[in-house]
Nanobody
Framework: QVQLVESGGGLVQPGGSLRLSCAAS????????MSWYRQVPGKERELVAS????????NYADSVKGRFTISRDNAKNTVYLQMNSLKPEDTAVYYC?????????WGQGTQVTVSS
């Protein structure tokens, strides 16, 4: 079955960096676009970044452009989110997502907290 497992979250000071990873299994990873979302309590989950199946066609939310970079390693079935110049407003639970045969799959999420 499809599994997405995020890792790499944690507590970081403003201006710091983190790299999130999402390890995928249960499907042919290289055939599917992947995306990262984030959610804070009381708000809807929002798209942060997406990437095409071959690593091209990347897209970013305006709020993270120039600071975050999405990438993937199809040999490792893993998608990454490099987050630089982090701000307190980036604090959220970050999720990776794949849509396969019209079904949306989410990981369990990883908490990112940006605070001094």
């Amino acid at each position: 079955q499809v599994q997405l497992v995020e890792s790499g979250g944690g507590l970081v000071q403003p201006g710091g960096s983190l790299r999130l990873s999402c390890a995928a299994s249960g499907f042919t990873f290289s055939n599917y676009a992947m995306s990262w979302y984030r959610q804070v309590p009381g708000k809807e989950r929002e798209l942060v970044a997406s990437i095409g199946s071959d690593g091209g066609n990347t897209n970013y939310a305006d709020s993270v452009k120039g600071r975050f970079t999405i990438s993937r390693d199809n040999a490792k079935n893993t998608v990454y989110l490099q987050m630089n110049s982090l701000k307190p407003e980036d604090t959220a639970v970050y999720y990776c997502k794949v849509v396969r045969f019209f079904i949306t799959y989410w990981g369990q999420g990883t908490q990112v907290t940006v605070s001094s």
